[in-house]
C-alpha cells in the first residue's frame, strides 16, 4: 500500500454531485464521466477474477445514476467475455437521463433484483445505490441487501460496491438502514466522508480511488475543508533536522509525570516527545515520584516539579516551547490546577508554548468546558485536545453533538473550545477551529493497547516542539502513530510505537527525497 493511497481532498456527497455538475457544465458530458466510472470498476472486477477460475458476475442495478454505471460495467464486462447476468430493482424503462440511455444500452436480460438468484455468481456488483442515497433503505431493497451480506458470509462470493457500499450514507458514514458489506468499492474523483468514517469504512473492503475526467481545477470552487490524514496533506511542513541546527533549535517539550504510582504513561510520552524529533525533552516530575521516574529514564531529562508551583516555576524557561499533561495525573484539582498553569500566558510576552492535553487533563474538566474555552482562550500558543470517545463525552456532553458524524462532532468540539482537537479511535478525526478537518485513512487495530494514547500525546508534543503547524502535527501525529503500529503489526504494546518510530521517519523522508 502506496503511503499516499488516495487524493487529498475528501467530498461529502453534495460536494461531489457540485463537482459532477460543473464538470458537465464545463462540456464534458454526464454520459462519458459515467462510461469512465463504469471503465473504472471493470478494471478492479477483472483483476479480482484473474485470482479465480470463474467469470460469472451479477449486476445489481438500482434507480438512479449508480445503477447506470452497473448497466455500462454489464455491457463492458460482457465484451470481456464475462458470463453476465443483471438484476434491477426498478424496470430500466422507469429510469432517466444517462441512466436510461446505460439501461437501453443493455440489450441482455434483466432479472426482478428481489427475485434474483445470488448462487451462481464469481463476483457481484452492487451498483444500487450510491451517492443519492436520500433515506433509508427499506422494503425489497433492504431484503435483497440483508439477503446479499447473507449470502456472501456463507459462500465466499466477492462483493463490488460502485462508488460506495449501497447504504452507506456518503457524508456521515452511517448505515442508512441496512448496507451491503463490500469486499472492494470503486469511487470516483475524490473519497467521500463515508468511505473513511466507521461504520462506513467496514462496509468498503479495499478502496480504490479512479480518475474519470473530472479535474482537480473544480475543487478551486468547492473549497473542501476535509482532507484524508496521509503524508501527503503535511509532508511539506515535516520538521526536519536542520545542518546548522542544534537540539535547542528543534524546541523542548514538557511532560508532566503522575504521582509515585502513576508514573509511567508520562514516561511513554516524554520517550516518544524524543523518538518524534524535540531536541530536548523533561519529564516534570512531582516530589513522591522522582525515585521512581530517576532509574527509569535516560535521554529524557527529569526535574522535580510539585505541583502547580512547581510547574509554574520550571515553564518560567521560554525555551520550554511544548508542554504536555494528562496521562497519569488522575482526575480533580490538583490536575485542573496544572492545566491552568500549563495554559497560562507565556512569561515573556514574544515567547510562544502550545499544550497538548489528554486523558486525566480533560476529565478534570467534565462538565466544565466553558471554564476550559476561556483558559484556552488565552493561551500562550496553538493547544491540542486529544480525548477518546470517553473523555470527548464527558468534556464536551451534549454541546459537540450536532449532526450526524463524528467529524460533525470533532468539528464541533473545535469551534466550541477553540482548539485543535483529535477525536480518536480507528477513524481518528483531527479538526481545527478554523473548520479544516483530516480523517486517518489507515489505522491499526494492534493500536488498542494501554498507553498508545499516551504515546500519541507525547508524539504530537514532539512535533509541535519542531515548531510544526499545528493541525499539520496533530495530523501527522495521528498518523505516525497508526504507521508505527502497522509496522509492528502483531504483539504490539505501547512502548513498541517509539521504538519503531525511526522506521517510520526513514519511509517519510525517502518520499521527501523522492519529492525534492
Ligand atoms: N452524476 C454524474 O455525473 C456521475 C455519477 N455517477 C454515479 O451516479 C451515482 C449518483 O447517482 P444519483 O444521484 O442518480 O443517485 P443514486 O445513488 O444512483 O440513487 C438515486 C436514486 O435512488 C433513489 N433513492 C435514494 N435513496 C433511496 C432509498 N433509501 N430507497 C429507495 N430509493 C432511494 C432515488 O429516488 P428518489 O429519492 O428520487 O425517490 C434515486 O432514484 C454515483 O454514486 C455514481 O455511481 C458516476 O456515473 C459518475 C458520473
Ligand atoms: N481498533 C483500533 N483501531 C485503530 N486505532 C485504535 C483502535 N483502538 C484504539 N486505537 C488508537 O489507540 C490509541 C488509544 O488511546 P487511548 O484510548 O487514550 O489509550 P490509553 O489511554 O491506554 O493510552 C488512540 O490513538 C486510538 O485512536
Ligand atoms: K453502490
New binding site residues.
Partial sequence: MPLDPFPTEILTTEE??RA??L??ESGLP?KE??K???AALVSVVTRMLQTSSGRRVLVLC????????GY?AARLLRQARMKLRVGA??PPSN?????LAAAAAWDGAVEPAEACLLANADIVID?????????????K?ADLIRRLNQYRRESGVRVVA???P??ID?SSGAV??VAVEADATVT??RLKNGHLLLPGRLHCGELTCAH?GIRSAVLGEIKPQTFVNAPGLWRNLLPLPRVDGHKYSRGHAVVVSGGFSFTGAARLAAQAALRTGAGLVTLASPRDAMAANAPALTSVMLREAEGAEGLAALLSDARKNVVALGPGLGVGEATRRLVETALEPAPEPDAKRAIVLDADALTSFAGELETLRRLIAKAPGAVVLTPHAGEFARLFGDAANDGPSKLDHARNAARLSGAIVLFKGPDTVVASPDGRASILAAASPWLATAGSGDTLTGMIAGLLAQGMEPFAAASCGAWMHARAATLFGPGLIADDIAATLPAVWRELVGCLEAVL
Fill in positions: 461531489m454531485a459532477d455538475r464538470t458537465i454526464g464521466l459515467m469512465n466510472a463504469a438500482g434507480p438512479g445514476n449508480n445503477g447506470g454505471d455500462v430493482l426498478t429510469l432517466r437521463g444517462d441512466a451498483a444500487l445505490f450510491g451517492t443519492g442515497l436520500a433515506r433509508d433503505i427499506e422494503g431493497a460502485v462508488d460506495i449501497s447504504g456518503g442508512r438502514g470516483f474523483f474519470i
